[in-house]
Each structure stands twice: as C-alpha cells, then as structure tokens.
C-alpha cells in the first residue's frame, strides 16, 4: 500500500472494499488514518525489504 511518494507500508487483513476505497481516495493519508490506523495491522516497508 503505498500512501504518497515517501512511504509504503504493508497492511494484513485490508478488506478488498476498504483497499479500494483507499486507491480512489483522493487525500490517501486522510483516508489511511481514518479507516485503516488502529484497526488493521502495518509496517513500513524499506528498501532493504524483499518484498
């Protein structure tokens, strides 16, 4: 899930609506603090990560 220019994260248990709703959003942070922080599980992804 990438959320601007400067941060990806990877999240467990999205459901497909909710990622969705989170592609077409316009404001992604916005959207990211409101439906997905505190309810799902996340980390930031580096470039050291392989995947």
Request: proline share 4%.
């Amino acid at each position: 899930m990438v959320c601007d220019q400067r941060e990806t994260l990877r999240v467990r248990g999205v459901p497909p609506e909710t990622f969705a709703a989170f592609r077409s959003a316009f404001a992604k942070g916005r959207f990211f603090n409101a439906h997905i922080r505190n309810r799902f599980r996340y980390r930031r992804v580096t470039s050291d990560d392989d995947d």
